[in-house]
């Protein structure tokens, strides 16, 4: 393989080599040994992330190299590319020796010349230092503000432009913003209209799937997808500028907007209170969808935050998917949509592969006799191809297919460009659906990554009132997009309300209902091991060793009427590899130990405990009987509820049980803070992102002494650092009002 490609392409290495020499020559002139060594690091440092970024995105390090600069994706990226660990940690070794050392090698090399030039009696006449030295840097810095070809900028020009990314911040209004990038009559959130076809929707974001996969050079890869592409709707799709990377694509389709947030990029998500962005999302669940993401890892390019900014009812990721490859992706999404088309509401679920990732996939070895002969992506993209045959056939063997929009979409093009695509000069993605596209003004033009929420909504038949940031301009490309670089910039960060220092409020102790606590909820009895939702006997201990004495349990029936604490029996089925119909009976949860090591909960081990533990209170999650749960439950004076119904609040309230109100019931109760206050409720449990959306509300109920309960909130990582986000809004209090918080670990 040509070494060139291995960092960008032939223009792209010559910088580098260019780039090198530029910080070798000076090298010569430093003397002393500290200084050489400052020197030889610094260079070497300098270069190495250069060179990192060429072999991870095939260009200089810029916004979607720097917006990944974080603990936890450094940390994900690492496992990926195993190969360029080596590689750079060869040539680490290699640039230090070389800058430390260069005056002795200047030397040997002065020595070789002489007896060249001897041995063929050469004479280079006189040299001047000077003017040879200027020469070469000023074509350097000329060749470095080049751009080459591929979208490729030459080192100068790469890192001028991340520059004018990183130094646009905005303090301007969202109306402002608008205005100034030409945004006439946008229609905000309390004024969406849209009519729907009472369709389900599904859409897979493909990891770096290009089209180039859906050609005849890569038919014996994808024979399935090749023949879907001329039995459904197929359309070439181009990659913009601000939506290459996967976050920045997934906000690319839901907002149509590229994702240039400045400084601030992934980490505004975790900070977010309140949104003016219109979204693909927020159309949606003014239809009233359910919406659900499926992935590998959410925590990957801030994308739980990301989701919890759009208000996802469910994120399900490695935390519940057993070794999350694209098969156990597939097999959650077929089970999830099972649940959902049992329900009388209709759903949107996404779900986002990763196998195929660059440079050389991720290998299930489930699939080594059926991929006989296959390596490294081309093993990922013919083991993605037979899982997506695998569910077109469920889809169609469940009669789902008719009532149901199927969209694949690549997330992006290969940041770095694999071996197999070496000889492909046209990359591209592409928009695969069952249904088409009736949209006239797309007609000439291309369709780029910003169109994507109004195609998907097209797609969809859902006809709406929303105008995208495509709308507004006659022609789309990277030059419009870099040309409103700083208005969009403006536009996305005016359009996310973050906490400031103004909100620096330590949380303070309050009463519900007649206990003093701290308002901290050991969510699903805690954290144990790294592992969450596992309701166990081993978390109700360790949370309480930490100082919890707030304790919530999912309280479910087996199918022989025994309550248990178990969060979703499907992702208890998978947990315990329990292939039976669910619910299963008492006798058959009991003796199944969670992930081989944890020890079920029953309502008899809920009485023990809680009678050995004074202090501690149990807060209930899915159960909705107040009256028979309560005659099983000893201790009722120690016992908060959530409850989903006004009759069970009716209930509730007869028999003296403290009683959290739910989303559903706020939602039926219309908003309306009169009827909150006739019930006299204590408390409420929301999610985050249903305080994101009705913050006025839920701050006006806080005013009238109701206290929320927050779930929904985790972790992320900024500047290389962990940041508990739970603890963040423990401390930081963007909202600005007491309430509770739902957490996986005690907060100091």
């Known amino acids: 393989m040509n070494i060139f490609n291995y960092f960008g392409g032939r223009f792209t290495s010559f910088n580098l080599i260019l780039f090198i020499l530029c910080l070798l020559i000076p090298a010569k002139f430093v003397k002393t040994k500290l200084l050489k060594l400052i020197y030889s690091t610094t260079c070497t440092m300098l270069i190495l992330s250069q060179a990192i970024s060429l072999i991870i995105t095939e260009n200089f ?104 990314f990183f130094t646009t911040n905005s303090n301007s209004s969202f109306q402002k913003s608008l205005d100034e990038i030409g945004i006439n009559n946008y229609v905000g959130l309390d004024n969406i209209n849209a009519v729907g076809n009472n369709k389900d929707i599904i859409i897979i974001s493909l990891e770096s799937f290009e089209a180039a996969y859906l050609t005849e050079k890569f038919s014996h890869l994808t024979p399935f997808l090749n023949r879907l592409k001329n039995e459904w709707y197929y359309y070439d799709m181009e990659q913009n500028i601000g939506s290459n990377w996967t976050s920045g694509s997934l906000y690319t389709m839901f907002t149509g907007i590229p994702s240039f947030f400045g400084r601030k990029h992934n980490s505004i998500f975790h900070t977010a209170y309140k949104k003016e962005i219109v979204g693909l999302p927020d159309i949606l669940k003014k239809l009233n969808y359910d919406l659900t993401f499926i992935t590998k890892d959410a925590k990957f390019s801030g994308t739980r935050a990301l989701l919890g900014c759009f208000g996802f009812d469910r994120v399900i990721d490695d935390r519940e998917l057993n070794d999350g490859y694209d098969q156990d992706i597939f097999v959650r999404l077929k089970s999830e949509i099972i649940r959902s088309k049992s329900r009388d509401k209709h759903f949107a679920i996404f779900a986002s592969t990763l196998d195929t990732h660059g440079p050389n ?161 050991a969510h699903a009895a805690g954290e144990i091991d790294g592992f969450v939702y596992t309701n166990s006997l081993e978390a109700l201990n360790n949370s309480y060793r930490e100082g919890f004495k707030l304790f919530e349990l999912d309280i479910n029936k087996t199918s022989d009427d025994h309550y248990v604490a178990v969060h979703d029996w499907e992702e208890w089925a998978n947990i315990v590899q329990y ?9 058959s949860f009991m003796t199944k130990r969670l992930y081989d090591k944890f020890t079920p909960v029953d309502i008899n081990t809920i009485n023990y405990w809680f009678g050995e533990h004074k202090d501690a209170i149990l807060v209930t999650d899915k159960v909705n009987e107040p009256y028979l749960f309560s005659k099983s439950f000893k201790y009722n004076d120690r016992l908060i509820m959530e409850l989903f119904s006004l009759d069970s609040i009716s209930t509730a309230k007869t028999l003296k049980i403290k009683v ?89």
Not at 580 to 587: E, F, G, T
Not at 696 to 704: A, D, T
Not at 738 to 744: A, E, K, V
């Open 61 to 164: 390090i810029g916004y979607e190299f720097i917006v990944h600069t974080n603990y936890y994706d450094i940390i994900t990226m690492l496992k990926l590319y195993q190969n360029i660990i080596i590689i750079v940690s060869i040539m680490s070794v290699l640039l230090m020796v070389m800058f430390y050392f260069i005056e002795n090698i200047s030397r040997y090399i002065s020595l070789w010349l002489d007896k060249v030039k001897k041995k063929y009696d050469i004479n280079f006449g006189k040299i001047n230092i000077r003017y040879e030295f200027t020469t070469f840097y000023l074509v350097s810095i000329i060749f470095f503000s080049l751009d080459g070809n591929f979208d490729n900028k030459g080192i100068l020009s790469k890192t001028i432009e991340t520059i004018s």
């Open 361 to 521: 996939g991720i290998m299930d070895k489930r699939f080594l006799e059926l991929m006989n002969g296959l390596d490294d992506l081309e093993y990922s993209a013919a083991i993605l191809d037979y899982l997506i045959k695998d569910f077109f056939q469920f889809m169609k063997k469940n009669n789902f297919l008719d009532s149901t929009t199927i969209i694949f979409l690549p997330a992006h093009l290969y940041m770095v460009k694999p071996s197999i695509f070496h000889s492909i000069n046209e990359r591209q993605l592409f928009y695969l659906s069952n249904s088409e596209i009736e949209l006239d003004d797309l007609d000439d033009n291309s369709i780029y990554q910003v169109h994507m929420p109004k195609i998907i909504l097209s797609s969809c038949g859902i006809d709406h009132n929303i105008k995208f940031f495509s709308d507004y301009f006659t022609t789309i490309n990277d030059s419009l997009i870099l040309e409103k670089q700083s208005q969009i910039t403006s536009l996305n960060i005016s359009g996310f309300k973050t906490a400031t220092s103004d909100y620096n409020l330590e949380m303070k102790k309050v009463q519900i209902n007649d206990f003093d606590s701290d308002l901290l909820v």
């Open 579 to 587: 292939n039976n119909k669910l619910p299963p009976d008492y006798n």
């Open 660 to 748: 959290l109100l739910s989303e559903n019931v706020i939602k039926e109760l219309n908003f309306d803070k009169r009827k909150f206050l006739e019930l006299n409720i204590k408390g409420i449990a929301v999610s985050n992102s249903f305080v994101l959306e009705n913050q006025r509300f839920v701050q006006e109920l806080s005013k009238s002494g109701i206290t929320p309960f927050i779930y929904g909130i985790n972790d992320y990582f900024i500047g290389g650092n962990v940041i508990n986000n739970e603890n963040y809004f423990r401390t930081k209090n963007p909202y600005g009002f007491n309430f509770g918080l739902y957490s996986d670990r005690y907060l100091q």
